[in-house]
Each structure stands twice: as C-alpha cells, then as structure tokens.
C-alpha cells in the first residue's frame, strides 16, 4: 500500500555529514512506524534506527548512538536520517523500512525502498 524512495545517499569523506531522506507514497503515512537499516558488503542487513508514528520515541543501534538522528514530517510524508560524522565503517546500502511497530529486525517491516548508498572514505 505504501511505496518508499530512499535519496541523499553519496562518496563523502569521513568526518562530514549527510542526511537521507525516505519519500513515502501510496499509502497512509501517519499509521506507519518507519526504520533505516543498513547492509554492508558481505553482512547481513543491520538495523539503524526507527522511529514511532508519532515522532516521540526512537530507537538507535549501537553503532550509529549519538551521530544519527532519525525523524519523521508526517505533513511532508518523509523520514529523515541524519548521520553526522560519518566513519568508513558506515559505508552500505541505506534501505528505508515501514511496519505496524518497531523492530530491531528488518523481518518486522512489510514495505522497503530500493535503498541508497552511502560510501565513507578514510
């Protein structure tokens, strides 16, 4: 029912920032709860963080606590992720997700955008 677009994924340098944004389309935007997961060559697909419908609760993984900050304008219908100083380790394909409730697994989530990607040189 729901459509995302994933954009603002690039080749930056580390130590900057970049903030993705997820388009959503064809569905109801207010009644989703939205996450950004994250796969690495030759990794398995890692969650990042979500968000609840209302904005006022979000979830970190380890990795991404105090640099990325995930938000969400129901009026604009878009999910933002905002990676401040950004690190090698970071580089993957960024995916945006929707679902019913926050999970750290993406087998929680029904819809997916194509994904964007973010590369971090040293």
């Known amino acids: 029912q729901v459509q995302l677009v994933e954009s603002g994924g690039g080749l930056v340098q580390a130590g900057v920032s970049l903030r993705l944004s997820c388009a959503a389309s064809?569905?109801?935007?207010?009644?989703?709860?939205f996450a950004w997961f994250r796969q690495a060559s030759r990794k398995q697909r890692e969650f990042v963080a979500a968000i609840t419908r209302s904005g006022d609760g979000t979830y970190y993984g380890d990795p991404v606590k105090g640099r990325f900050t995930i938000s969400r304008d129901n009026a604009k219908g878009t999910v933002y992720l905002q990676m401040n100083r950004l690190k090698p380790e970071d580089t993957a394909v960024y995916f945006c997700?929707?679902?019913?409730?926050?999970?750290?697994?993406?087998?929680?989530?029904?819809?997916w955008g194509q994904g964007t990607q973010v590369t971090v040189s040293s």
């Open positions: 997700a929707a679902g019913a409730s926050v999970n750290y697994s993406p087998l929680g989530y029904n819809y």
């Open positions: 064809r569905g109801t935007f207010s009644v989703y709860v």
